[in-house]
């Protein structure tokens, strides 16, 4: 089994609905870490989790929120889906006191 | 906050041949630089990282260079071979902490046969 799960692995949606991305690693780390990629653009930061009472805002953090239910869960919410909204999502996890961020295969989200 | 330049965007070579990708950063706080190798459809993967204590370090094919003075770091691949073909990212943080990796926009290399 993946030690990082994404679901779902692609989604179409509407302008204006909300959408929810979710992420369950079995790696027991304490960070999550969600980012956008865009084609030419690699990837960015929008929110990043220490623990389940520590939420952070990354570098793209507008138009989204983020909860995380437990260790293992990280949800990334899109409260209005917009156009430019659509692009690849990953989760990623790292362990506390480590550097190497381990990442899971991705969501593909389109807005139309 | 950190910015990585990330050169070229797009790199063929011949099989066998080396390929060389280089970075730039800007934040000279930055003290851990990964490199990730993305296949098409999957995630990111770590394929080699090095520390600011660190010049050199290699991993069979794969080596990569840092020099603090320039701000800059390079993977080095020797002996290419078609499953390199795929799309590398260089990266920086500030290591083991609070803000996440920066990427470079990444390079897609294509190995001929």
């Known amino acids: 089994d993946a030690d990082v799960t994404q679901t779902p692995r692609n989604r179409i949606t509407k302008t204006g609905k909300r959408i929810m991305l979710e992420c369950s690693q079995t790696k027991g780390h304490d960070r999550m870490y969600w980012y956008r990629q865009d084609p030419g653009l690699g990837l960015r930061l929008i929110y990043y989790?220490?623990?389940?009472?520590?939420?952070n805002k990354g570098e793209i953090s507008d138009g989204y929120s983020v909860s995380r239910q437990a260790q293992a869960k990280f949800s990334l919410s899109l409260e209005s889906a917009i156009p430019n909204q659509t692009a690849l999502y990953f989760c990623?996890?790292?362990?506390?006191?480590?550097?190497?961020?381990?990442f899971g295969p991705g969501t593909r989200l389109t807005v139309l | 906050g950190e910015n990585v330049e990330q050169h070229p965007s797009t790199l063929s070579v011949q099989e066998g041949d080396s390929a060389v990708i280089k970075c730039t950063y800007s934040?000279?706080?930055?003290?851990?630089f990964p490199w990730y190798k993305q296949e098409l459809g999957k995630g990111p993967q770590l394929i080699i990282d090095?520390?600011?204590?660190?010049g050199e370090k290699k991993d069979q094919r794969i080596a990569v260079t840092l020099n603090k003075t320039a701000k800059h770091f390079s993977l080095h691949i020797t002996e290419t071979q078609p499953e390199d073909s795929a799309v590398y990212f260089c990266a920086a943080s500030s290591g083991g902490g609070a803000d996440g990796l920066t990427f470079g926009k990444g390079t897609h290399l294509i190995i001929q046969p």
């Open positions: 090095i520390r600011s204590n660190v």
């Open positions: 989790s220490f623990d389940v009472k520590d939420i």
């Open positions: 934040d000279s706080a930055s003290n851990y």
């Open positions: 990623a996890t790292k362990p506390a006191g480590g550097d190497t961020q381990y």
